[in-house]
């Protein structure tokens, strides 16, 4: 477990460290002669944050989660660890679910941005949320989910908290297979708070967050 926990740090760091090298990049280019600054746009870096996210997810459900004989109590086909990824990992011998693991991920990362003095952030949102801690927080992310549900596509923008302005970004979370669907749709918490969303293959079942703070101008 502490492997893994390592293998997040490690990555983590890395992406910080692309976020700063970024930010350095558009400092030194922007501090020139010239009037406009130059540097990556920030939809595109919110589009290798999120890359990088994503493919981290689907490393860790592929060749981690997936080579569990169980999940969530349900044996698996192509399962060869005596291992479970259940959500009550921490209280048993089980490993993470990718959701958890990405939450894991995402407050590590929180801390490392706020140790570096930066306030980038991401997470996982929906409005059908079991952790309470994934409800769209403010009217930004609600009217953001809204329209990823909607158009299926990702929803760009500035937004101001307090002092500061974020470039943020919220990509869609499909159902891209059927233990996504199976899984939430027969959660007690799923079924207790919203008995009548019942998600199908390839739904929007939330959203990534990412916040990308900005230099006032
Ligand atoms: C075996 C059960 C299981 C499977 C499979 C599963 N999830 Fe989840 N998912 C959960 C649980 C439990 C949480 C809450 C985890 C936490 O505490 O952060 C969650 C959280 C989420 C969230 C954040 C909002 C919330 O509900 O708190 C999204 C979005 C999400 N899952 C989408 C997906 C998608 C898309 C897939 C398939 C690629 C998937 N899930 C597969 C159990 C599952």
Redesign the pocket.
């Known amino acids: 477990m502490s492997y893994l926990l390592r293998q997040i740090k490690a990555k983590t760091i890395a992406l910080i460290s692309l976020a700063a090298i970024i930010c350095v990049t558009a400092i030194a280019c922007g501090g020139g002669s010239s009037e406009q600054a130059v540097g990556i746009p920030p939809e595109m870096v919110a589009d290798y944050v999120h890359t990088t996210l994503a493919a981290d997810?689907t490393a860790y459900?592929q060749h981690v989660v997936n080579r569990a004989k169980k999940?969530?109590g349900k044996e698996k086909d192509k399962g060869v660890l005596e291992i479970e990824?259940?959500?009550g990992w921490e209280n048993t011998d089980g490993i993470p679910?990718?959701?958890?693991m990405?939450?894991l991920g995402s407050e590590i990362a929180t801390d490392y941005a706020t140790e570096a003095g930066l306030t980038f952030s991401y997470n996982?949102?929906?409005p059908?949320?079991?952790?309470?801690?994934?409800?769209p927080k403010n009217e930004f992310e609600k009217k953001a989910m809204d329209a990823v549900i909607e158009t299926g596509k990702p929803y760009k923008d500035y937004q101001q908290v307090g002092d500061q302005t974020y470039f943020s970004a919220l990509y869609p979370?499909?159902?891209?297979?059927e233990?996504?669907?199976?899984?939430?749709n027969t959660?007690p918490?799923?079924l207790e708070r919203y008995p009548d969303k019942v998600f199908k293959m390839d739904d929007v079942?939330?959203?990534?967050m990412i916040n990308l703070p900005i230099e006032k101008t």
């Open positions: 997810r459900t999940l969530e990824a259940t959500e679910l990718p959701a958890q990405f939450r996982l949102i929906s059908w949320n079991i952790n309470d801690s994934q409800a979370d499909k159902a891209v297979a233990a996504c669907v199976t899984c939430h959660h918490i799923h079942m939330g959203g990534v």
